[in-house]
């Protein structure tokens, strides 16, 4: 079964940038769609932003867009989460999962592979 990992959360201040890493050791997603998701403590889990096969289908929620870019190295099997002007409110672990379809989802129900998340705190 396929499994994520999530690398690059962390604690950093309001205003700042992260990078997230989403990687598949056994080279699985890629003619699949990638998307992260996040889950605050408290609130359920909610999408964040995908990205299709190719690279160049992209979606977003609306609390990240223009903030948020995800994108993908087809050679490394890594797919990205670039996290700029973060805020408090993105305070959550982020997850990535695969979807199973080559184009790009917001419903949670059609991915699969979830990591074990990374931790990102943005102080105010």
């Known amino acids: 079964q396929v499994q994520l990992a999530e690398s690059g959360g962390g604690l950093v201040q309001a205003g700042d940038s992260l990078r997230l890493s989403c990687t598949d050791s056994?080279?699985?997603?890629?003619?699949?769609?990638v998307g992260w998701f996040r889950q605050a403590p408290g609130k359920e889990r909610e999408f964040v932003g995908a990205?299709?096969?190719?690279?160049?289908?992209?979606l977003y929620a609306d609390a990240v867009k223009g903030r948020f870019t995800v994108s993908r190295d087809v050679a490394r099997s890594t797919v990205y989460l670039q996290m700029n002007s973060l805020k408090p409110e993105d305070t959550a672990v982020y997850y990535c999962?695969?979807?199973?379809?080559?184009?790009?989802?917001?419903?949670?129900?059609?991915?699969?592979?979830w990591g074990q998340g990374t931790q990102v705190t943005v102080s105010s």
């Open positions: 990205v299709g096969w190719r690279g160049a289908d992209t």
């Open positions: 056994k080279r699985t997603f890629s003619n699949n769609a």
């Open positions: 999962a695969k979807s199973r379809y080559s184009t790009t989802s917001s419903s949670s129900s059609v991915y699969s592979g």
